[in-house]
């Protein structure tokens, strides 16, 4: 199979292309702005040339993991949001599409409200923020314009090594490791996901052409606070300086799906333990920091 992957450099990104490598796979991954050994500069937002580039890799399928996910800088700039989270990734699926590939794009548990999750994929969505309307307006426009040739991937939380150390554990292990205070908040619920088994998730899905809407989680369901502990007890850390705070208080632009999270029928049918419970992810987390460089890198060095 001959794969590209929109967004190398990000945490799923980058799992995947070493998933591919190691499947025996054919593939080539993009950054947009951090360069990273491997992989080659796109920019989706010039639409003309990406889709000229993306022409030219003659792929079997597109991952699309890329895309401006900073929640509250979207609701702060709605145009860049629509057009990094929809526009760019139509773009790219069109141009698969008609070179007979098929496209796999990453969305998220914010497209629903918070009100009653976790959530299976036939509930309806009802997106609370910007970012969250443009994953869905994007799901849906793919959905329409591609039919089966479409695969929709949404997941939550995804933590776990990644070359970038922008996630979620990275932040935590920070501010702990320098003796400051972490605020979380201690009302958003949702499922904790391991970004190597997301990205092993996502490929298996895709090797086994599945298409539609499929929803790749963790199976923990815990608060935030929670989640920060258990990371903060794996890394060795005190999790003293973990202060808990209401999302109301907080004050965050974008609002925020409470009793979020996604429930995995679909993926547990096809492959069951897929995405492996948060303490068994945690000791393979631990052990990767063990490694030569300290928080691993996925990929290879070119």
Known sequence: MRAVVIGGSGQIGGWLLRWLAERGHDAVGTYAT??????????????????????????????????????DGCERDPARARSANVEQPLNLARVAADQGARFVYLSTDYVFDGQAGPYAEEDPPRPLSVYGQAKLEAERALADELGDAQLTVRTTWVFGPERQGKNFAYQLAKSLGEGRALVCPSDQVSNPSYGPDVARAVLALAEAGRSGLVHVAGPDWIDRVTFARALARAFGLDDGPIVSRTTAELGQP?????????????????????????????????????????????????
Do not use: K, M, N
């Open 34 to 71: 951090v360069p990273l050994s491997g992989l080659v500069p796109l920019d989706a937002a010039d639409l003309i040339v990406s889709a000229a580039w993306l022409r030219g890799q003659r792929a079997d399928v597109v991952f699309y993991p890329a895309g401006f996910t900073w929640v």
């Open 254 to 302: 974008a609002a925020r799906p409470l009793r979020g999270g996604l429930r995995t029928h679909r993926l547990e049918a096809w492959f069951p333990g897929i995405v492996r419970p948060l303490e068994e992810c945690l000791v393979d987390f631990r052990d990767r920091l063990a490694e030569p460089g300290g928080w691993v890198r996925p990929l290879r060095p070119a």
